[in-house]
């Protein structure tokens, strides 16, 4: 069965910091990843996703992830914290079930960004 | 134009009522989805549809029920709400099975069980 465990709860970083929010991935199959990010009393808006192309995966907002087969990993990162980045920002593996791809999420990651 | 749409944002309500949920995507997708986020913002599954036909139930509470009346619409009724039935509940749509798509939001209904 697949699993994401998202490690931290919380990170806070300083504007202008490099941003890294760790994603590990359990899966029987090739997976597709998804990065998901939500900002306060909204819905989840997509940031990037691997499907098996490149393992660098360049999303929106200057977010990018690497699919590391070897760690099961696919950490998010951006090179420069931004005070608009602060959200919760979701890791997802995604399921082949029937014709529907079932998304399990990991239990999220709340970023702060200070002045 | 919104792309999935969800009534109401808030509904607050007494335990034992009956409620229900509206979801409309106008994104001619054909596979719809409800989440739901509890307190502690861990998103599950809770159902699929694809073209109508349910997919997935997630060992949901038979109080829980899904409606698909067309493809762009899915509609979630809950009989005699519990108090652990407060969450924030999310429709989504995917173009189509198969999980490598991206999977399109609605904004929310934040359920509050009294």
């Known amino acids: 069965a697949q699993s994401v465990t998202q490690l931290g709860s919380h990170v806070s970083v300083s504007e202008g910091a490099l941003v890294l929010l760790r994603c590990n991935y359990s899966?029987?199959?090739?997976?597709?990843l998804f990065w998901y990010v939500q900002y306060p009393n909204q819905g989840l808006q997509l940031l990037l996703k691997y499907t098996s192309a490149a393992t660098l995966v360049k999303g929106i907002n200057g977010f990018e992830a690497e699919f590391k087969k070897s760690e099961t990993s696919f950490h998010l990162t951006k090179p420069s914290a931004h005070m608009s980045d602060a959200a919760e920002y979701f890791c997802?593996?995604?399921?082949?079930?029937?014709?529907?791809?079932?998304?399990?999420f990991g239990q999220g990651t709340e970023l702060s960004v200070k002045p | 134009d919104t792309a999935v749409s969800q009534t109401p944002k808030y509904l607050v309500t007494q335990m034992g009522n009956d409620k229900s949920i509206k979801c409309e995507q106008n994104?001619?997708?054909?596979?719809m989805y409800w989440y739901k986020q509890d307190s502690k913002k861990f998103l599950k599954i809770m159902f699929s549809?694809?073209?109508?036909?349910?997919?997935i139930n997630e060992t949901v509470p038979n109080r829980f029920s899904p409606k698909s009346p067309d493809k762009a619409h899915l509609n979630l009724h809950i009989n005699s709400l519990e108090l652990g039935d407060s969450a924030v509940y999310f429709c989504?749509?995917?173009?189509?099975?198969?999980?490598?798509?991206?999977?399109?939001f609605g904004p929310g209904t934040r359920l509050t069980v009294t």
């Open positions: 989504a749509s995917e173009p189509r099975g198969g999980g490598a798509y991206e999977q399109y």
């Open positions: 994104l001619g997708h054909d596979t």
């Open positions: 899966s029987s199959v090739p997976p597709y």
């Open positions: 549809y694809n073209n109508k036909e349910l997919i």
């Open positions: 997802a593996v995604s399921t082949l079930y029937n014709q529907g791809g079932k998304l399990i």
